[in-house]
């Protein structure tokens, strides 16, 4: 039997629904593609997705949501028949793509094939109006259709908010406009006591206010028993060019909560990946009330959480609040102005953010400079004072993701002051800081060990001012002394490094 199985493995069902994937990929619709949110899953990402379960017993329903060719349930055949797993697999895949039906008919027609114990269901339908009907089935139906596993790689894109299928999600209690996250959450519903989902989804989940609810909603009803990390953005989807951090993530539907595994390799799918385990509030900390979900990458990532969870202070503890610039540049353009000149206000873009201090108007910013003083503008000003400015927009592939500098009242001519959308501002009551408060900030997020902790849960190139107000700071008093410093000496990372370890206690010595 082993040989046999072996045999039909070896240009099996996951080998041809790769030929079907390239072939569908290089076909003449990308538009329709992308109007899908279409990324099909590589065959070594699919063997990923599907190594992440554990063997299950018995008869053992399967749902493959978005299932295109077919790829991810046939890398879970492949694997079930290889490891001889005890139990027979009845897989639904739903499939919108009247395109794709024939090959995901064809792959779970050689899925069956492979492994005789394997039924399979090819359901032509959009996963969102089916999973709803199966999650609140009508009168005649008395309990919702459940899954042991789930499987899937969702479509990335937005769901129209004033669509009749949102309406209907939201009547479900599934609120969020992101299909993958409506993906998931509907999926997640479907699961049986005890069935483990797999996805692979964009990072971008694991913080911030918008996915608030898809965390929570998660977090309540499943426990994270796996996460897999990508080294980098552009390799699990190479073919796709796909630009997305994305990462692979077991939950399964129980009230425990064990140790969560860690796995990180570089994306392809191809190399061993290392590993570790963690707590699970090392993960999700439960007084953590955005439920920002944590990934430390290894043991010394664990201790620096718990380092920096000690500290004292919140940003709204210290008086501090975080903003965006007011400034959005695209409806405001017939008041920009590349010359300071006549009646305006100065503009602070993140490239005038340069080693700690604002470089403005700045020879090498291309940027306009100023804004004009009009009655449509002049609710975005903030007096002239001391501001803590932070980059909104950084990749995990940049040396910095959180980029500081302090702007002062002499930087600028004038008593006022613009900052555009891309620039975070922190300030008390929409006015400056105390000098000294403001430059222990700055250095303090300038340090590596806010970098290094920050790149744990920013699954995303936004530096969102909900991510400020999320860190731990040190005390108001500490601050102080370490703004009193370091405002003056120039920007040095290993000098600030320093600076920030002698002035905080709690992260002497962490790096």
């Known amino acids: 039997m082993a040989a046999v199985v072996d045999d039909l493995l070896e240009a099996g069902p996951l ?50 949501p978005g299932a295109g ?3 991810l349930s046939a890398a879970l055949v492949e694997r079930a028949a290889r490891e001889a797993w005890r139990c027979s697999l009845d897989v639904t895949a739903v499939e919108v793509d009247d395109r794709l039906i024939d090959g995901l008919e064809a792959t779970l027609g050689e899925c069956c094939e492979a492994m005789p114990s394997v039924r399979s269901c090819a359901v032509n339908s959009d996963f969102l109006t089916w999973a709803a009907a199966q999650a609140a089935p009508e009168m005649f139906r ?13 479509p990335y894109g937005k769901l ?59 977090l309540d009803n499943c426990a994270l028993r796996d996460i897999h990390v990508f080294e980098s953005r552009d390799t699990a989807f190479r073919d796709g060019a796909v630009l997305q951090e994305n990462i692979i993530f077991r939950i399964v539907r129980s009230a425990q909560r064990p140790p969560v595994q860690i796995a990180a390799s570089s994306g392809s799918g191809l190399d061993a990946p290392r590993r570790h385990e963690v707590g699970p509030d090392s993960v999700v900390h439960p007084t953590d009330p955005r439920l920002f979900i944590r ?10 959480a718990e380092h920096m969870g000690g500290l004292p202070q919140t940003l709204a503890g210290l008086g501090v609040t975080a903003s965006t610039g007011r400034v959005v540049d695209f409806r405001s353009r017939e008041h920009l102005r590349d010359d300071f000149d006549g009646d305006v206000i100065p503009l602070i873009y993140p490239g005038h953010l340069r080693r700690g201090r604002i470089d403005w108007p700045g020879e090498s910013n291309s940027k306009p400079c100023a ?19 932070v980059k909104r927009f950084s ?106 370890e002698r002035h905080v206690p709690a992260l002497e010595g962490v790096r």
């Open 142 to 154: 008395q309990e919702p259709q459940q899954f042991d596993l789930v499987i899937m790689n969702p």
């Open 395 to 500: 990749s995990k592939e940049e040396r910095r993701r959180v980029v500081a500098a302090v702007l002062e009242p002499g930087d600028l001519p004038g008593d006022v002051v613009a900052m555009e959308n891309h620039v975070n501002v922190m300030h008390t009551a929409n006015r400056g800081l105390e000098r000294d408060l403001a430059w222990g900030l700055a250095a303090y997020l300038n340090s590596t060990v806010v970098d290094r902790y920050f790149r744990q849960f920013n699954g995303h190139t936004q530096v969102n001012a909900a991510d400020l107000e999320s860190l731990r700071y040190p005390d108001a008093q500490s601050l102080l002394a370490l703004g009193d410093e370091a405002r003056a000496v120039d920007f040095d990372q290993a000098a600030t490094d320093l600076l920030v």
């Open 15 to 64: 080998t041809r629904a790769e030929q079907r994937r390239v072939a569908h990929a290089d076909g003449p619709s990308p538009d329709s593609r992308s109007e899908l949110g279409q990324y099909f899953t590589p065959a070594p990402i699919a063997r990923l997705l599907a190594d992440m379960f554990e063997p299950p017993e018995g008869p053992v329903r399967v749902l493959d």
């Open 69 to 71: 060719v077919g790829s």
């Open 371 to 389: 804004i004009a003083a009009a009655p449509a503008t002049e609710g975005m000003f903030l007096p002239t004072g001391e501001y803590v400015l």
């Open 160 to 218: 129209r908010t004033a669509s009749a299928k949102n309406e209907r999600l939201r009547r479900l209690g599934v609120h969020t406009s992101n299909l993958y996250a409506a993906f998931v959450w509907l999926a997640s519903r479907l699961l049986a006591p005890g069935g483990q989902l797999v996805a692979i989804t964009p990072r971008s989940f694991c913080n911030g206010s918008y996915f608030r609810p898809f965390r929570r909603a998660l």
């Open 295 to 304: 990934i430390p990458e290894d043991r010394a990532s664990v201790e620096l």
